[in-house]
Protein backbone atom coordinates (compact mmCIF):
# COMPACT_ATOMS: atom_id res chain seq x y z
CA UNK A 1 0.00 0.00 0.00
CA UNK A 2 1.71 3.01 -1.06
CA UNK A 3 2.49 5.93 1.36
CA UNK A 4 0.95 9.04 2.30
CA UNK A 5 3.47 10.94 0.82
CA UNK A 6 2.87 8.73 -2.40
CA UNK A 7 -0.99 8.53 -2.47
CA UNK A 8 -2.72 10.46 -5.65
CA UNK A 9 -4.68 13.33 -4.83
CA UNK A 10 -8.80 12.61 -6.44
CA UNK A 11 -8.36 12.22 -10.36
CA UNK A 12 -10.44 15.91 -11.16
CA UNK A 13 -8.53 16.08 -14.78
CA UNK A 14 -12.14 15.55 -16.38
CA UNK A 15 -15.58 16.02 -15.40
CA UNK A 16 -16.65 12.60 -15.95
CA UNK A 17 -13.66 11.28 -14.27
CA UNK A 18 -13.86 13.41 -11.48
CA UNK A 19 -17.57 12.34 -11.26
CA UNK A 20 -16.67 9.11 -11.00
CA UNK A 21 -14.08 9.09 -8.69
CA UNK A 22 -16.52 10.75 -6.35
CA UNK A 23 -19.36 8.53 -6.91
CA UNK A 24 -17.22 5.59 -6.69
CA UNK A 25 -15.22 6.63 -3.46
CA UNK A 26 -11.75 6.43 -5.65
CA UNK A 27 -8.99 8.62 -6.61
CA UNK A 28 -8.19 7.52 -9.17
CA UNK A 29 -10.42 6.15 -12.76
CA UNK A 30 -9.26 2.75 -12.68
CA UNK A 31 -10.61 -0.64 -12.63
CA UNK A 32 -8.47 -3.61 -13.12
CA UNK A 33 -10.22 -5.99 -15.51
CA UNK A 34 -11.33 -8.86 -14.26
CA UNK A 35 -8.76 -11.18 -16.56
CA UNK A 36 -9.46 -15.24 -15.67
CA UNK A 37 -6.00 -16.33 -14.00
CA UNK A 38 -4.26 -13.26 -13.69
CA UNK A 39 -6.94 -10.48 -11.61
CA UNK A 40 -6.68 -12.28 -8.13
CA UNK A 41 -7.78 -10.89 -4.44
CA UNK A 42 -3.98 -9.84 -4.13
CA UNK A 43 -4.58 -7.90 -7.15
CA UNK A 44 -7.93 -6.13 -6.34
CA UNK A 45 -7.12 -5.40 -2.79
CA UNK A 46 -3.70 -3.45 -4.56
CA UNK A 47 -5.68 -1.98 -6.81
CA UNK A 48 -8.19 -0.67 -4.31
CA UNK A 49 -5.45 0.20 -1.98
CA UNK A 50 -3.81 2.27 -4.55
CA UNK A 51 -6.71 4.13 -4.95
CA UNK A 52 -8.62 2.33 -7.91
CA UNK A 53 -11.30 -0.15 -7.99
CA UNK A 54 -9.98 -3.72 -8.01
CA UNK A 55 -11.68 -6.78 -9.26
CA UNK A 56 -11.22 -10.36 -9.34
CA UNK A 57 -11.97 -12.54 -11.95
CA UNK A 58 -13.38 -16.31 -12.61
CA UNK A 59 -12.20 -16.88 -16.56
CA UNK A 60 -12.39 -20.55 -17.82
CA UNK A 61 -11.30 -22.29 -15.06
CA UNK A 62 -13.10 -20.34 -12.22
CA UNK A 63 -15.55 -21.89 -10.12
CA UNK A 64 -17.09 -21.54 -7.04
CA UNK A 65 -13.83 -22.96 -4.58
CA UNK A 66 -11.44 -20.70 -6.82
CA UNK A 67 -13.46 -17.54 -6.17
CA UNK A 68 -13.84 -18.69 -2.12
CA UNK A 69 -9.70 -18.83 -2.28
CA UNK A 70 -9.32 -15.38 -3.67
CA UNK A 71 -11.91 -13.51 -1.81
CA UNK A 72 -9.80 -14.41 1.33
CA UNK A 73 -7.07 -11.41 -0.15
CA UNK A 74 -9.98 -9.09 0.04
CA UNK A 75 -10.99 -8.12 3.61
CA UNK A 76 -8.56 -5.16 3.86
CA UNK A 77 -10.97 -3.26 1.08
CA UNK A 78 -14.20 -3.10 3.33
CA UNK A 79 -16.18 -4.18 0.43
CA UNK A 80 -14.31 -1.97 -1.85
CA UNK A 81 -13.82 -4.32 -4.63
CA UNK A 82 -15.66 -6.56 -7.51
CA UNK A 83 -15.69 -9.41 -9.44
CA UNK A 84 -16.25 -10.77 -13.03
CA UNK A 85 -17.52 -13.88 -14.03
CA UNK A 86 -17.62 -15.84 -17.61
CA UNK A 87 -21.60 -16.29 -18.56
CA UNK A 88 -21.08 -20.14 -19.39
CA UNK A 89 -18.82 -20.71 -16.78
CA UNK A 90 -20.81 -19.44 -14.12
CA UNK A 91 -23.76 -21.56 -15.60
CA UNK A 92 -21.99 -24.43 -15.44
CA UNK A 93 -21.07 -23.96 -11.77
CA UNK A 94 -24.00 -22.05 -10.38
CA UNK A 95 -22.66 -21.82 -7.01
CA UNK A 96 -20.13 -19.19 -8.08
CA UNK A 97 -22.77 -16.75 -8.57
CA UNK A 98 -24.52 -17.36 -5.32
CA UNK A 99 -20.89 -17.04 -3.27
CA UNK A 100 -20.48 -14.00 -5.22
CA UNK A 101 -23.74 -12.75 -4.21
CA UNK A 102 -23.14 -13.42 -0.68
CA UNK A 103 -19.40 -11.32 -0.54
CA UNK A 104 -21.40 -8.62 -0.95
CA UNK A 105 -19.08 -7.17 -3.66
CA UNK A 106 -19.82 -3.09 -4.90
CA UNK A 107 -19.55 -4.31 -8.53
CA UNK A 108 -20.10 -7.28 -10.11
CA UNK A 109 -19.89 -8.69 -13.99
CA UNK A 110 -21.33 -11.65 -15.98
CA UNK A 111 -19.61 -11.32 -19.18
CA UNK A 112 -19.94 -12.86 -22.82
CA UNK A 113 -23.38 -13.82 -22.75
CA UNK A 114 -26.87 -12.85 -23.92
CA UNK A 115 -28.66 -12.98 -20.96
CA UNK A 116 -28.66 -10.14 -18.75
CA UNK A 117 -31.21 -11.19 -16.51
CA UNK A 118 -28.56 -11.63 -13.16
CA UNK A 119 -28.55 -7.69 -13.02
CA UNK A 120 -31.56 -8.06 -11.69
CA UNK A 121 -30.17 -10.36 -9.36
CA UNK A 122 -27.31 -8.74 -8.16
CA UNK A 123 -29.37 -5.25 -8.28
CA UNK A 124 -31.87 -6.95 -5.37
CA UNK A 125 -29.19 -7.68 -3.58
CA UNK A 126 -27.60 -4.09 -3.36
CA UNK A 127 -24.95 -4.95 -5.32
CA UNK A 128 -24.09 -2.38 -8.75
CA UNK A 129 -23.05 -4.15 -11.88
CA UNK A 130 -20.72 -3.80 -14.62
CA UNK A 131 -21.30 -4.87 -18.80
CA UNK A 132 -18.51 -5.06 -21.22
CA UNK A 133 -19.79 -3.83 -24.74
CA UNK A 134 -19.06 -4.18 -28.31
CA UNK A 135 -21.20 -2.38 -30.23
CA UNK A 136 -23.86 0.70 -29.75
CA UNK A 137 -26.60 -1.50 -29.16
CA UNK A 138 -24.94 -3.54 -26.62
CA UNK A 139 -24.33 -0.64 -24.76
CA UNK A 140 -28.26 0.33 -25.10
CA UNK A 141 -29.11 -3.23 -24.06
CA UNK A 142 -26.93 -3.28 -21.21
CA UNK A 143 -28.56 0.11 -20.15
CA UNK A 144 -32.04 -0.97 -20.58
CA UNK A 145 -31.23 -3.96 -18.16
CA UNK A 146 -30.38 -1.84 -15.59
CA UNK A 147 -26.45 -2.15 -16.18
CA UNK A 148 -25.40 0.88 -14.05
CA UNK A 149 -21.62 0.63 -15.71
CA UNK A 150 -20.73 -0.09 -19.21
CA UNK A 151 -17.39 -0.50 -20.70
CA UNK A 152 -16.41 -0.25 -24.07
CA UNK A 153 -14.29 -2.69 -24.94
CA UNK A 154 -12.34 -2.40 -28.48
CA UNK A 155 -10.33 -4.93 -30.46
CA UNK A 156 -6.94 -3.93 -29.18
CA UNK A 157 -7.66 -5.56 -26.16
CA UNK A 158 -6.29 -8.92 -24.34
CA UNK A 159 -8.01 -11.62 -23.93
CA UNK A 160 -11.55 -12.78 -25.35
CA UNK A 161 -13.31 -9.77 -26.72
CA UNK A 162 -14.85 -8.86 -30.44
CA UNK A 163 -12.84 -7.57 -33.25
CA UNK A 164 -16.31 -5.50 -34.36
CA UNK A 165 -14.61 -2.38 -33.77
CA UNK A 166 -11.34 -0.52 -32.67
CA UNK A 167 -11.97 1.52 -29.17
CA UNK A 168 -12.07 4.71 -29.53
CA UNK A 169 -14.66 4.55 -32.72
CA UNK A 170 -16.62 2.06 -30.21
CA UNK A 171 -16.28 4.51 -27.68
CA UNK A 172 -17.75 7.49 -29.32
CA UNK A 173 -20.52 5.08 -30.17
CA UNK A 174 -21.47 4.30 -26.74
CA UNK A 175 -20.99 7.42 -25.46
CA UNK A 176 -23.36 8.94 -27.68
CA UNK A 177 -25.71 5.86 -26.65
CA UNK A 178 -26.05 5.35 -22.87
CA UNK A 179 -26.33 7.92 -19.97
CA UNK A 180 -24.61 5.67 -17.38
CA UNK A 181 -20.85 5.43 -16.58
CA UNK A 182 -18.38 4.81 -19.92
CA UNK A 183 -14.99 3.17 -19.01
CA UNK A 184 -12.59 2.61 -21.96
CA UNK A 185 -11.41 -0.89 -22.53
CA UNK A 186 -8.39 -2.27 -25.26
CA UNK A 187 -5.24 -1.02 -25.71
CA UNK A 188 -4.84 1.67 -22.75
CA UNK A 189 -1.08 1.06 -21.20
CA UNK A 190 0.32 4.41 -21.48
CA UNK A 191 -0.14 8.03 -20.14
CA UNK A 192 -1.21 9.38 -23.52
CA UNK A 193 -3.71 6.51 -24.10
CA UNK A 194 -4.88 7.49 -20.59
CA UNK A 195 -5.90 10.70 -21.19
CA UNK A 196 -6.78 10.21 -24.80
CA UNK A 197 -9.81 8.02 -23.55
CA UNK A 198 -11.08 10.43 -20.75
CA UNK A 199 -10.63 13.75 -22.94
CA UNK A 200 -12.96 11.74 -25.30
CA UNK A 201 -15.32 11.66 -22.37
CA UNK A 202 -15.36 7.84 -20.86
CA UNK A 203 -15.50 7.66 -16.95
CA UNK A 204 -12.45 5.82 -16.44
CA UNK A 205 -10.20 3.14 -17.53
CA UNK A 206 -10.47 -0.61 -17.41
CA UNK A 207 -7.30 -1.31 -17.40
CA UNK A 208 -5.63 -5.39 -17.92
CA UNK A 209 -2.53 -5.87 -19.52
CA UNK A 210 -0.89 -3.43 -18.12
CA UNK A 211 -1.50 -5.05 -14.71
CA UNK A 212 -1.41 -8.58 -16.23
CA UNK A 213 2.24 -8.57 -15.26
CA UNK A 214 2.37 -6.49 -11.99
CA UNK A 215 4.06 -7.39 -8.73
CA UNK A 216 0.43 -9.15 -7.27
CA UNK A 217 -0.93 -11.08 -10.51
CA UNK A 218 -1.48 -14.42 -10.83
CA UNK A 219 0.28 -14.82 -13.79
CA UNK A 220 3.43 -17.13 -13.93
CA UNK A 221 6.56 -15.98 -14.02
CA UNK A 222 7.33 -17.06 -18.07
CA UNK A 223 4.55 -15.36 -19.01
CA UNK A 224 5.18 -12.27 -17.02
CA UNK A 225 8.29 -12.48 -18.91
CA UNK A 226 6.88 -12.72 -22.12
CA UNK A 227 4.40 -9.76 -21.62
CA UNK A 228 7.89 -7.74 -20.45
CA UNK A 229 9.58 -8.87 -23.81
CA UNK A 230 7.00 -7.96 -26.34
CA UNK A 231 5.36 -5.44 -28.06
CA UNK A 232 2.06 -4.62 -29.34
CA UNK A 233 2.68 -6.17 -32.86
CA UNK A 234 3.18 -9.66 -30.82
CA UNK A 235 0.00 -9.88 -30.83
CA UNK A 236 -2.85 -11.88 -32.91
CA UNK A 237 -6.81 -12.56 -32.12
CA UNK A 238 -7.42 -16.20 -32.02
CA UNK A 239 -10.11 -18.90 -31.73
CA UNK A 240 -6.95 -22.01 -31.92
CA UNK A 241 -6.85 -22.72 -27.62
CA UNK A 242 -10.27 -22.28 -27.31
CA UNK A 243 -11.06 -25.07 -30.06
CA UNK A 244 -8.16 -27.39 -28.68
CA UNK A 245 -9.00 -27.06 -25.24
CA UNK A 246 -12.69 -27.86 -26.06
CA UNK A 247 -13.63 -24.33 -24.46
CA UNK A 248 -17.45 -23.41 -25.08
CA UNK A 249 -16.84 -19.69 -26.06
CA UNK A 250 -19.10 -18.01 -28.43
CA UNK A 251 -17.09 -17.50 -31.77
CA UNK A 252 -17.96 -13.99 -31.40
CA UNK A 253 -15.52 -13.89 -28.62
CA UNK A 254 -11.65 -14.86 -30.25
CA UNK A 255 -8.78 -14.36 -27.73
CA UNK A 256 -5.77 -11.46 -28.15
CA UNK A 257 -2.88 -13.44 -27.15
CA UNK A 258 0.88 -13.33 -27.44
CA UNK A 259 2.21 -15.14 -30.88
CA UNK A 260 3.83 -18.18 -30.53
CA UNK A 261 4.56 -21.59 -32.24
CA UNK A 262 0.92 -22.65 -31.94
CA UNK A 263 -0.36 -19.84 -33.35
CA UNK A 264 2.17 -19.17 -36.01
CA UNK A 265 1.67 -22.91 -37.55
CA UNK A 266 -2.16 -22.78 -36.74
CA UNK A 267 -3.02 -19.31 -37.53
CA UNK A 268 -4.74 -19.90 -41.03
CA UNK A 269 -5.94 -23.14 -40.31
CA UNK A 270 -8.84 -22.37 -37.66
CA UNK A 271 -11.59 -24.11 -39.33
CA UNK A 272 -9.39 -27.03 -39.90
CA UNK A 273 -8.52 -27.72 -36.23
CA UNK A 274 -12.01 -28.17 -35.68
CA UNK A 275 -12.51 -31.57 -37.78
CA UNK A 276 -8.79 -32.52 -36.73
CA UNK A 277 -9.32 -33.90 -33.29
CA UNK A 278 -5.59 -35.55 -33.09
CA UNK A 279 -3.93 -31.87 -33.87
CA UNK A 280 -6.69 -30.60 -31.25
CA UNK A 281 -5.18 -33.24 -28.79
CA UNK A 282 -1.81 -32.27 -29.48
CA UNK A 283 -2.05 -28.89 -28.44
CA UNK A 284 -4.26 -29.31 -25.98
CA UNK A 285 -1.27 -31.07 -24.01
CA UNK A 286 1.36 -29.06 -24.74
CA UNK A 287 -0.82 -26.41 -23.39
CA UNK A 288 -1.50 -28.48 -20.40
CA UNK A 289 1.96 -29.30 -19.70
CA UNK A 290 2.79 -25.69 -19.77
CA UNK A 291 4.92 -25.96 -22.76
CA UNK A 292 5.93 -21.87 -23.04
CA UNK A 293 6.16 -22.46 -26.92
CA UNK A 294 2.32 -23.30 -26.65
CA UNK A 295 0.99 -22.02 -24.02
CA UNK A 296 -1.21 -18.46 -24.54
CA UNK A 297 -0.60 -15.42 -22.63
CA UNK A 298 -3.50 -12.98 -22.83
CA UNK A 299 -2.32 -9.58 -24.10
CA UNK A 300 -3.57 -6.90 -25.76
CA UNK A 301 -1.89 -4.12 -28.01
CA UNK A 302 -0.85 -1.97 -25.41
CA UNK A 303 1.62 -4.27 -24.22
CA UNK A 304 4.46 -2.85 -25.16
CA UNK A 305 3.74 -0.41 -21.94
CA UNK A 306 4.81 -3.89 -19.89
CA UNK A 307 8.09 -3.39 -19.01
CA UNK A 308 8.84 -4.31 -15.37
CA UNK A 309 7.66 -6.22 -12.41
CA UNK A 310 6.00 -3.24 -10.50
CA UNK A 311 3.48 -3.02 -7.92
CA UNK A 312 -0.21 -2.44 -8.78
CA UNK A 313 -0.43 0.71 -6.49
CA UNK A 314 2.87 2.05 -8.33
CA UNK A 315 1.62 1.39 -12.34
CA UNK A 316 -2.06 2.85 -11.68
CA UNK A 317 -0.87 6.04 -9.73
CA UNK A 318 2.11 6.93 -11.98
CA UNK A 319 -0.08 6.07 -15.46
CA UNK A 320 -3.18 8.48 -13.42
CA UNK A 321 -0.51 11.18 -12.46
CA UNK A 322 1.47 11.31 -15.92
CA UNK A 323 -2.03 11.32 -17.64
CA UNK A 324 -3.57 14.17 -15.43
CA UNK A 325 -0.61 16.16 -16.70
CA UNK A 326 -1.28 15.88 -20.57
CA UNK A 327 -4.97 16.75 -19.50
CA UNK A 328 -4.54 19.96 -17.63
CA UNK A 329 -0.75 20.90 -19.28
CA UNK A 330 -1.74 24.43 -21.02
CA UNK A 331 -2.00 24.62 -24.40
CA UNK A 332 0.33 26.47 -27.03
Do not use: I, K
Given at each position: MPSPA???ERFTATAAAAT???QWDVRLPVVNAPMGGVAGGRLAAAVTAGGGFGMIGMGSAGSA????RELRFTAATEGRFGIGMVDWVAAADPEM????LAAAPALLTVGFGTDLTWARRAASAGIRTAAQVYTRDDARRAEDSGIDIVV?????GGGHGSTAMAMLPLLDAVLDAVSVPVLAAGGIGTPASMAAVLAAGASGVWLGTRLAASAESLLPEAARRALIAATGADTVATTIFDTAL???????????VLRNEVTRDWSDRAAYLRTDPESRTRIA???RAGDPTAV??????GVGAVTAVEPAAQIIGDLSRAAAQLLTRPQP
Open positions: QTPFAEMALRFEVAARGAEELPWPERFPSRDRVPVDAGQ
